[in-house]
């Protein structure tokens, strides 16, 4: 509903928006971007602390006034919208099937388990067998926290680390595709590998495609109207907690008629926010031409040089994005 959609804009942090669908920080809880307001079927859910109804009733908790007032404040005439209760039941039933998909991605978390992996999140104190072992996690853990990503944040992230194997001693994110697991990206967060090899991914004959054939979190912003590209999947993540959705194309160059391409452009959003590092300045001009001559709103956001998404305040993640454009040097 237009109205209650405008006062939360006003009067509630928004995220960002998908489809019908609008997510802000929760007003009764305070968890970050978990509150989700379909406009359409004028109902909210917090997915932390459960509170949900109607919009209005979300304006009566939170300007505490009695439901006519609502009416009035907002300026919707008795009888003008009043959704009935089995477009509400509709709403919890999605909701509950959104829940059940969730669960089934907890538990096919659990089922990738191979030698020496643990997850943050998911593995107690009590469940490592030797001091060495604890003390790689508490490592790792600092190491993500260091980047300024929250607990919470980092369970969603699906972080995980290897204590021993091919990735020993290495923070790993996973990889998916079309909801399925693909592979591992690996970080050496203690630095005690070849620095060429900080990060270790597969090779391309290890999986059953390329690394150039993936977007990181693809899946999970397929309906957004705002996107941005960066280049790393820390770098995607950085941008999210500016209140952005952000994919990783796993490096600076994309192919001209290459399948990352060819995603970018069938995504469905408005517009495509390029923002690669200052260094990858080539790589952003070649691409936002491609996508631009093939009609995508594309635009790029300008990272302070010798700079990358972590190193900056969240306020000043939200400036550059909201600042980025069709620079003049890309016409040069």
């Known amino acids: 509903m237009q109205q209650i959609l405008d006062w939360a804009n006003e009067n509630l942090n928004h995220r960002y928006t998908s489809g019908d669908e609008h997510v802000f ?14 406009d359409d079927k004028n109902v909210y859910l917090c997915y932390r602390c459960g509170e949900t109804g109607s919009g209005f009733k979300m304006v009566m908790e939170e300007e505490d006034i009695t439901y006519e007032a609502a009416r009035k404040m907002l300026g919707v005439e008795e009888g003008a919208y009043r959704p009935p209760p089995s477009r509400i039941e509709d709403v919890f039933a999605e909701v509950a099937q959104r829940n059940a998909e969730r669960e089934v991605v907890a538990n096919e978390i659990q089922s990738i388990n191979p030698e020496g992996l643990y997850w943050h999140g998911v593995m107690s104190a009590d469940t490592y067998w030797c001091q060495a072992y604890y003390d790689i996690a508490q490592e790792s853990l600092t190491a993500v926290l260091d980047r300024r990503f929250s607990l919470e944040m980092i369970q969603d992230m699906r972080v995980g680390y290897f204590v021993e194997g091919k990735y020993r001693d290495r923070t790993c994110l996973p990889v998916f595709r079309d909801g399925k697991f693909v592979f591992f990206q690996a970080w050496d967060h203690g630095k005690r590998f070849d620095p060429k090899l900080k990060y270790l991914n597969p090779r391309n004959d290890e999986v059953p495609f390329g690394r150039s054939d993936l977007i990181y979190n693809y899946d999970r912003w397929a309906y957004v109207d705002e996107l941005v590209v960066v280049e790393g999947v820390f770098n995607a993540w950085s941008v999210e907690q500016a ?44 691409t936002c031409r491609a996508l631009r001559g093939a009609g995508k709103d594309c635009v790029i956001a300008r990272v302070p040089k010798g700079k990358d998404w972590n190193d900056l305040a969240v306020s000043e993640r939200q400036d550059v994005l909201r600042e980025a454009s069709v620079p003049d040097w890309l016409f040069e």
């Open 243 to 286: 209140g952005f959705a952000a994919v990783a194309t796993f490096g600076k160059a994309m192919k001209s008629d290459g399948v990352q391409l060819g995603m970018l452009l069938s995504h469905p959003c408005k517009r495509l926010i390029l923002g690669h590092d200052e260094d990858a300045r080539a790589e952003s001009v070649k």
């Open 25 to 38: 920080d929760c007003p009764f809880c305070a968890a970050e971007q978990k509150l989700w307001y379909n």
